[in-house]
């Protein structure tokens, strides 16, 4: 889009240049939490709110969230969500109001996720629209001009506020055998989510003596959920921010020490602090646990929005995996049951059985299935570069993009939306 203003360019600090821009008025923001790391695009009509947004963004409060501000309303956010992913938040500014305002948001919702919150920013006081709005999906409808704290309090209201329970989905990974590929699958899972859908992911490498997060991500952090982890007490947002390495524009790693100094023993609810503290913070939380059956593995299992079980198409596998499944189900009777990865597919010479023989006892259909390809996996890993680094275009780099797709629900990259009808589908409009 040709109207594209990001929000650096357009920065307004009226304090530092001695002068106060009138469009800016700040409100009352000296009470605001810091917001999380969301991802924040708007789609404005006016320069005052495109100021006031661009003002906010560079303030400290909103550090951690990605804001863009564009220019062209509605029509060009329609536009521009027919193929690019849509983030956590969308701020619209719309000069119109009644019929006229409903008909462009149709349009839009038409482009967006489930997930994704919708906020408008309208020129009309109008309670009745107001109401149709907030009754049809829309989080929140704003009256320009536009004060900062306006646009702070919403976001913290949508994205904070305790009684609309975590920001963040926990999606854990296990493996029914130990060296399937479940870290692997996890790491770039994380990436996927990152860098296809562009929404914030926390990936914790829960296996702490022999975690390959680190390795799989180029990374060399000091510390991480191992401090996390032994200082309970002392985790808040600030000490979780120094420990997580920042590996991608949208991706954070908790990592492991992977160092055999110490013995790691936990208690069952030694996990939950952190990952609650991650999930409050930051969208996706994905979580590599380790090949083992012990109190604080089942505690996460148990408390994760997603489990991601992976296997390979071998006796053992299908056992364990069995196992998994009904042990899991038992455990959350009232979520879905685990995905299932098929990973390592078709070793040569290795007898395997096939998919269709796997998958019947257990009742459930891959989620996705992942040949074996021992110099794509290991290029990767050697070079410590994930799938779709090595090659965007392999078609399991695009098994990635699936299953990220899927655990987070959110529409197909660049094809018809249509799926996942947004935030005006209780308007009961027609689409198209
Ligand atoms: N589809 C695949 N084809 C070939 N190699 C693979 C595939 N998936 C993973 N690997 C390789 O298998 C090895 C084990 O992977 P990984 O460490 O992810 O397994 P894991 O299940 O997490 O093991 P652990 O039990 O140690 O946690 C790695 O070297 C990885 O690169
Ligand atoms: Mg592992």
Same mark, same amino acid.
């Given at each position: 889009?040709?109207?594209?203003?990001?929000? $650096?360019?357009?920065?307004?600090?009226?304090?530092? =240049?001695?002068?106060?821009? *009138?469009? !800016?008025?700040? %409100? /009352?923001?000296?009470?605001?939490?810091?917001?999380?790391?969301?991802?924040?695009?708007?789609?404005?009509?006016?320069?005052?709110?495109?100021?006031?947004?661009?003002?906010?963004?560079?303030?400290?409060?909103?550090?951690?969230?990605?804001?863009?501000?564009?220019?062209?309303?509605?029509?060009?956010?329609? $536009?521009?969500?027919?193929?690019?992913?849509?983030? =956590?938040?969308?701020?619209? *500014?719309? !000069?119109?109001? %009644? /019929?006229?305002?409903?008909?462009?948001?149709?349009?839009?919702?038409?482009?967006?996720?489930?997930?994704?919150?919708?906020?408008?920013?309208?020129?009309?006081?109008?309670?009745?629209?107001?109401?149709?709005?907030?009754?049809?999906?829309?989080?929140?409808?704003?009256?320009?001009?536009?004060?900062?704290?306006?646009?702070?309090?919403?976001?913290?209201?949508?994205?904070?506020?305790?009684?609309?329970?975590?920001?963040?989905?926990?999606?854990?990974?296990?493996?029914?055998?130990?060296?399937?590929?479940?870290?692997?699958?996890?790491?770039?899972?994380?990436?996927?989510?990152?860098?296809?859908?562009?929404?914030?992911?926390?990936?914790?490498?829960?296996?702490?003596?022999?975690?390959?997060?680190?390795?799989?991500?180029?990374?060399?952090?000091?510390?991480?959920?191992?401090?996390?982890?032994?200082?309970?007490?002392?985790?808040?947002?600030?000490?979780?921010?120094?420990?997580?390495?920042?590996?991608?524009?949208?991706?954070?790693?908790?990592?492991?020490?992977?160092?055999?100094?110490?013995?790691?023993?936990?208690?069952?609810?030694?996990?939950?602090?952190?990952?609650?503290?991650?999930?409050?913070?930051?969208?996706?939380?994905?979580?590599?646990?380790?090949?083992?059956?012990?109190?604080?593995?089942?505690?996460?299992?148990?408390?994760?929005?997603?489990?991601?079980?992976?296997?390979?198409?071998?006796?053992?596998?299908?056992?364990?995996?069995?196992?998994?499944?009904?042990?899991?189900?038992?455990?959350?009777?009232?979520?879905?049951?685990?995905?299932?990865?098929?990973?390592?597919?078709?070793?040569?010479?290795?007898?395997?059985?096939?998919?269709?023989?796997?998958?019947?006892?257990?009742?459930?259909?891959?989620?996705?299935?992942?040949?074996?390809?021992?110099?794509?996996?290991?290029?990767?890993?050697?070079?410590?570069?994930?799938?779709?680094?090595?090659?965007?275009?392999?078609?399991?780099?695009?098994?990635?993009?699936?299953?990220?797709?899927?655990?987070?629900?959110?529409?197909?990259?660049?094809?018809?939306?249509?799926?996942?009808?947004?935030?005006?589908?209780?308007?009961?409009?027609?689409?198209?």
């Amino acid at each position: 889009m040709s109207n594209l203003v990001h929000h $650096e360019e357009m920065a307004v600090d009226s304090s530092e =240049n001695g002068f106060e821009n *009138e469009n !800016l008025s700040r %409100g /009352d923001i000296s009470n605001i939490r810091p917001v999380p790391r969301i991802t924040l695009q708007a789609f404005c009509e006016t320069e005052q709110v495109a100021q006031v947004l661009n003002a906010a963004a560079n303030d400290r409060r909103m550090v951690k969230a990605h804001v863009k501000v564009n220019m062209g309303g509605i029509p060009a956010a329609a $536009e521009f969500y027919e193929i690019a992913p849509t983030p =956590n938040l969308i701020v619209v *500014e719309s !000069l119109l109001s %009644g /019929d006229e305002l409903m008909a462009d948001l149709a349009r839009l919702a038409n482009n967006c996720d489930g997930e994704t919150k919708v906020v408008v920013v309208g020129h009309k006081n109008d309670i009745a629209m107001y109401r149709e709005l907030i009754s049809n999906g829309v989080s929140e409808y704003l009256m320009a001009p536009l004060s900062m704290a306006d646009i702070m309090n919403t976001v913290s209201d949508i994205f904070v506020n305790p009684e609309k329970g975590a920001l963040g989905k926990v999606i854990a990974f296990i493996g029914a055998k130990g060296g399937v590929g479940s870290s692997t699958i996890c790491h770039n899972v994380a990436w996927a989510i990152s860098n296809s859908f562009k929404n914030d992911v926390v990936l914790a490498d829960l296996d702490l003596p022999f975690g390959t997060a680190n390795i799989n991500l180029d990374q060399d952090p000091t510390q991480g959920i191992a401090e996390a982890v032994f200082s309970p007490d002392r985790v808040d947002d600030i000490l979780l921010d120094r420990l997580l390495a920042k590996c991608a524009e949208h991706l954070s790693l908790l990592a492991a020490p992977s160092t055999l100094e110490r013995t790691y023993d936990f208690d069952p609810s030694a996990f939950n602090n952190v990952l609650e503290i991650a999930q409050r913070s930051t969208p996706y939380v994905a979580v590599d646990l380790p090949h083992q059956w012990n109190g604080w593995v089942r505690e996460v299992l148990s408390t994760a929005d997603e489990v991601v079980i992976v296997a390979c198409p071998e006796l053992a596998n299908l056992r364990n995996t069995k196992n998994l499944i009904d042990t899991i189900s038992d455990l959350r009777p009232n979520d879905d049951i685990p995905r299932l990865v098929m990973n390592q597919v078709g070793v040569p010479k290795r007898p395997e059985i096939a998919i269709p023989d796997f998958v019947g006892p257990l009742n459930v259909e891959p989620a996705v299935v992942i040949p074996f390809d021992p110099a794509l996996f290991g290029n990767a890993s050697n070079n410590g570069q994930m799938i779709s680094e090595v090659d965007a275009k392999h078609p399991v780099a695009e098994s990635f993009d699936v299953l990220a797709q899927i655990l987070t629900g959110k529409a197909e990259l660049k094809q018809e939306k249509s799926s996942a009808l947004g935030f005006l589908s209780r308007l009961g409009l027609k689409r198209g």
